[in-house]
C-alpha cells in the first residue's frame, strides 16, 4: 500500500466520522442548553462548553478507537489518548460554541490526522449548511468537487477576517497589528471562527488573521487551504500546527506582504 492508499483511506474515513458527529451536534443545534465556562480565554472571562460538544467528541472518539485502535486521539473536551503511534487524530468537536449557542451556523467539526511532522488530512464539516470540506496536500473537496483560493496579491485588493477582533487577541499589541492589515483591506468580515479559512479554500475570502489557538483549532485547517493553492503560518511565517498566533492566506504574496506589516515595530513607523 503507497501514500496515496493511505490517504484515502483517512479521507473516506473523514466522512463517517462528520455523519456520526452531525448526528450528535444538530440534536441539539438551535435548542436551548446548558452553557459552562471553562475559565477565561484571551481577552474575556467566558470560554464556553455544552453537552453537545462533548458528546460529539464522544462519538468521534469511539469511531476512531474502533477503526485506529493504535493511533493516538487529542481532543478539546477530553483527556489525550496516548498509545505511541505517530499518528494522532486530532478534533474539535464544535469549533464555534459562541455562534453554537448563539444559533448562528458558522461553527464546524474539525477532525484532522497529524503524522507527527504535520496534520496531513483535515476535515471540516458544518452539518447544518450541509458543508463538508477535506484537504490534503494534494487537494481540497467541497462536497466532492475540488476547490481553490482565489488569486489576490495585493492587501488593498484583499478581504480579511477574524473570530473576534476586540476579546479574542492577547492585548493592545496583537489587536494593533491586526487592524494595521485590517485598515488596508479592501473589506473586513468578522465573526466566522473556522468557516472563514473553509471561505479562503473556497476563494471569497483573503487573509485569516487570529491568536491564542490550540492544536485542535487550526489543525484541521491546515491541509484543507494549503490543498486549495493556499498558505497558512504563525504571524512570522513559521508553522503553526501548535497554535498560537495564526495567519491564513489564499495567495502566498499576499502573505509575504500580511507577515510584514503585523512584524512591524515602533521603530519602523
Given at each position: 500500500m503507497?501514500?496515496?492508499d493511505?490517504l484515502?483511506?483517512?479521507t473516506?474515513f473523514?466522512?463517517e466520522?462528520?455523519?456520526?458527529?452531525?448526528?450528535?451536534?444538530?440534536?441539539?443545534f438551535?435548542?436551548h442548553?446548558d452553557?459552562?465556562?471553562?475559565?477565561?480565554k484571551?481577552?474575556?472571562s467566558?470560554?464556553?462548553?455544552?453537552i453537545a460538544d462533548?458528546?460529539?467528541e464522544?462519538?468521534?472518539?469511539?469511531?476512531?478507537?474502533?477503526?485506529?485502535p493504535?493511533?493516538?486521539?487529542?481532543g478539546?473536551?477530553?483527556?489525550?489518548?496516548?498509545?505511541?503511534s505517530n499518528?494522532?487524530?486530532?478534533?474539535?468537536?464544535i469549533d464555534?460554541?459562541r455562534?453554537?449557542?448563539?444559533?448562528?451556523?458558522?461553527w464546524a467539526?474539525?477532525?484532522?490526522?497529524?503524522?507527527?511532522?504535520?496534520?496531513?488530512?483535515?476535515?471540516?464539516?458544518q452539518?447544518?449548511?450541509?458543508?463538508?470540506?477535506?484537504?490534503?496536500?494534494?487537494?481540497?473537496?467541497?462536497?466532492?468537487?475540488?476547490i481553490?483560493?482565489?488569486p489576490?496579491?495585493?492587501?488593498?485588493?484583499a478581504?480579511?477576517?477574524t473570530?473576534?477582533?476586540?476579546?479574542?487577541?492577547?492585548?493592545?499589541?496583537?489587536?494593533?497589528a491586526?487592524f494595521?492589515?485590517?485598515?488596508?483591506a479592501?473589506?473586513?468580515?468578522?465573526?466566522?471562527?473556522?468557516?472563514?479559512?473553509a471561505?479562503?479554500?473556497?476563494?471569497?475570502?483573503?487573509i485569516?488573521?487570529?491568536?491564542?489557538?490550540?492544536?485542535?483549532?487550526?489543525?484541521?485547517?491546515i491541509?484543507?487551504?494549503?490543498?486549495?493553492?493556499?498558505?497558512?503560518t504563525?504571524?512570522q511565517g513559521e508553522?503553526c500546527?501548535?497554535?498560537?498566533?495564526v495567519?491564513a492566506?489564499?495567495?502566498?504574496?499576499?502573505?509575504?506582504?500580511?507577515v510584514?506589516?503585523l512584524?512591524?515595530?515602533?521603530?519602523?513607523?
Open positions: 503507497n501514500d496515496q493511505d484515502k483511506i483517512y473516506d473523514m466522512h466520522l462528520a455523519n456520526a458527529a452531525a448526528a450528535v451536534s444538530l440534536k441539539y438551535k435548542k442548553i452553557v459552562e465556562s471553562k475559565g477565561s484571551l481577552g474575556t467566558f470560554d464556553p462548553v455544552t462533548q458528546n460529539t464522544k462519538a468521534i472518539r469511539e469511531l476512531i478507537r474502533l477503526r485506529f493504535n493511533h493516538n486521539i487529542r478539546e473536551e477530553q483527556a489525550e489518548e496516548q498509545k505511541g499518528f494522532t487524530w486530532v478534533i474539535d468537536p464555534g460554541t455562534a453554537y449557542i448563539t444559533g448562528i451556523p458558522t467539526t474539525l477532525v484532522s490526522l497529524h503524522d507527527g511532522h504535520k496534520p496531513i488530512v483535515g476535515l471540516l464539516d452539518p447544518y449548511l450541509k458543508e463538508r470540506y477535506i484537504g490534503t496536500a494534494n487537494a481540497t473537496f467541497f462536497n466532492g468537487t475540488k481553490s483560493a482565489r489576490c496579491d495585493d492587501i488593498f485588493k478581504t480579511i477576517s473570530t473576534d477582533p476586540l476579546q479574542l487577541f492577547n492585548g493592545p499589541v496583537e489587536q494593533d491586526f494595521r492589515v485590517a485598515s488596508r479592501k473589506m473586513m468580515r468578522n465573526g466566522y471562527d473556522s468557516y472563514a479559512y471561505m479562503i479554500a473556497a476563494g471569497f475570502i483573503d485569516v488573521i487570529e491568536s491564542g489557538l490550540e492544536p485542535h483549532d487550526i489543525q484541521a485547517l491541509p484543507i487551504i494549503e490543498g486549495a493553492g493556499g498558505i497558512v504563525n504571524w508553522p500546527d501548535k497554535g498560537g498566533q495567519l492566506c489564499g495567495d502566498k504574496r499576499l502573505h509575504e506582504q500580511v510584514k506589516l512584524n512591524i515595530t515602533t521603530s519602523d513607523l
